[in-house]
């Protein structure tokens, strides 16, 4: 009954995906940034869908049942934070330069080895990212159905791929309305139900008021803090968030969708680390076994209460999959191999093409990663520690601070990726987990250090960003100003 009615919420999903494909047109402006049409509704939904996937709920409630409500709202508050942020600064003059892909922005600003070298960082990290939506699908299918942990991440990923390869960011757009209202209600109706049925009750230490969650490291504030500021700033580099930007009818509506998909994101996180910590408190749940959202659907939970909620579970994942997806596929080709937009009657847009093509890949490696690393949240969370070390100075100083160079960007993400790969190596714990994705053990770091190499790797990126930036001169290619830029690239036709 349970998968029954779940699989009827994933076949709404692909079929509306799939109606939508006809609006493309074959032209990948289309494709990419639907047209550059999206009103208020479609934007924020999309975005809002971006934000809640599976890690800011099934990643969210495994944290805060273990760790208290800072370590798993985070995911979501971090979110929330990213997308407040994006409204006041960013969504404007990013909407307003006409861009298809985050690569291009490191393409006019910077240089052509800063496009390729930023383009290669955003794809590794939205690979994580895929990843780690992919998780939550295979234990779902686990865990109710018997299947294989693997068959799981290879069905979630193959249905996904069915309605993004033919439908791009339309399809993504038009199915996010179904995936928020499902999500949204499941949200409230969870929440409703575990409050009149056990009250919210809180174990002692792990509420959003004990705070020693946030000043003691003993209680995980290192951790806690270091998944605020990668979501809430790393995050800011994220090329779904900024497509849905870039599809935008005008820089207005962008800037307010970011807003409402602020709100929305972190009223959903707060309830379900809220439900989790009920879990916890009343039932004596832990997710040491299996995913606590999942024990307790199948064994305190309605049958239809569990329908409805799992059916959220999957919307939100799918959603997030399809624009990391899409998003990636369209990086790798049009900025690390150059492929441009094309529109000639009687010919094939090269950029539409060869998009659809990368997506195959894309979700090759995303489905070894979530083989690999079974971890929900987590991954999530290393995905923008990475942008934050790498990126995220050349993006905002170099969108906000004309002295920024070139050889400045690439100093900086170099000497972040390098600081947070060994940081990576040589600490046994993943945000709060044992590090089963590239752990080399050692006696110079211990657990301790988890967290704060997230903020020491980000301040080695973003000091030697800025040395080097004061140390040389832009090139006269380079774009000092695009914060008031007003103009598209290559033509975009109404679809």
């Known amino acids: 009954m349970i998968i029954t009615g779940v699989a009827l919420t994933v076949f709404i999903v692909l079929a509306v995906g799939i109606a939508v494909a006809r609006k493309v047109d074959g032209d990948s402006a289309n494709y990419l940034v639907a047209g550059r049409q999206l009103g208020v509704p479609l934007v924020a939904v999309a975005l809002t869908t971006a934000a809640v996937d599976s890690n800011a709920t099934v990643g969210n409630t495994d944290l805060s049942s273990a760790y208290g409500f800072w370590a798993g709202a985070s995911l979501a508050l971090g979110l929330a934070i990213c997308l407040l942020l994006a409204g006041l600064f960013l969504a404007k003059p990013m909407n307003r330069m006409g861009l298809f892909t985050l690569g291009d922005f490191f393409a006019r600003r910077y240089n052509r080895p800063v496009e390729v070298t930023a383009s290669v960082l955003m794809i590794f990290a939205f690979t994580i990212l895929l990843a780690g939506n ?20 290879v069905l979630a990923v193959c249905l996904v791929l069915a309605y993004t390869i033919g439908g791009g960011l339309f399809s993504d757009a038009y199915t996010a309305v179904i995936q928020a209202v499902i999500t949204g209600v499941a949200t409230i109706v969870l929440f409703a139900w575990v409050a009149n049925e056990y009250g919210i009750s809180i174990p002692d230490g792990l509420g959003p008021f004990d705070f020693g969650q946030l000043t003691e490291s003993s209680q995980g504030a290192p951790v806690n803090w270091a998944t605020l500021i990668s979501l809430g700033i790393g995050d800011l580099v994220a090329i779904d968030f900024m497509q849905r930007i870039f599809a935008a009818r005008t820089p207005q509506v962008a800037q307010r969708s970011c807003f409402i998909g602020a709100g929305a994101t972190a009223v959903v996180g707060v309830l379900w680390s809220l439900v989790a910590l009920t879990g916890v408190s009343a039932l004596g749940l832990s997710a040491e076994e299996a995913p606590i959202i999942y024990q307790l659907l199948d064994d305190h939970a309605p049958i239809i209460m569990a329908v409805l909620v799992l059916s959220g579970i999957v919307a939100a994942s799918f959603s997030t999959a399809s624009g990391a997806i899409l998003a990636t596929a369209a990086v790798a080709v049009r900025n690390v191999f ?26 090759v490696l995303g489905v070894f990663l979530a083989l690999r690393v079974s971890q929900t949240g987590i991954l999530l969370t290393l995905a ?3 942008m934050l070390a790498c990126l995220i100075a050349p993006f905002l100083l170099g969108l906000f601070w004309s002295r920024s160079t070139s050889i400045a960007a690439l100093v900086g993400a170099g000497v972040g990726l390098v600081v947070r790969l060994v940081f990576l190596a040589l600490t046994p714990t993943l945000y709060g987990v044992p590090n089963d994705l590239h752990y080399v053990e050692n006696s110079l770091v211990g657990a301790g250090f988890d967290g704060w190499a997230t903020m020491v790797a980000a301040v080695a990126g973003v000091g030697s960003f800025v040395v080097t930036a004061l140390l040389t001169t832009s090139d006269h290619t380079e774009e000092l100003d695009l914060r008031h830029t007003d103009r598209t690239a290559e033509p975009v036709s109404a679809a």
Do not use: C, Q
């Open 134 to 153: 992919l998780v939550a699908m295979g234990f779902l299918v686990e865990y109710f159905t018997g299947m294989s942990y693997t068959i799981g991440v």
């Open 338 to 363: 150059g492929v441009r937009r094309e529109v000639t009657p009687g010919h094939h847009d090269p950029l539409l093409r060869w998009t659809r093509v990368a997506m195959l890949p894309v979700v």
């Open 384 to 386: 923008f520690d990475l």
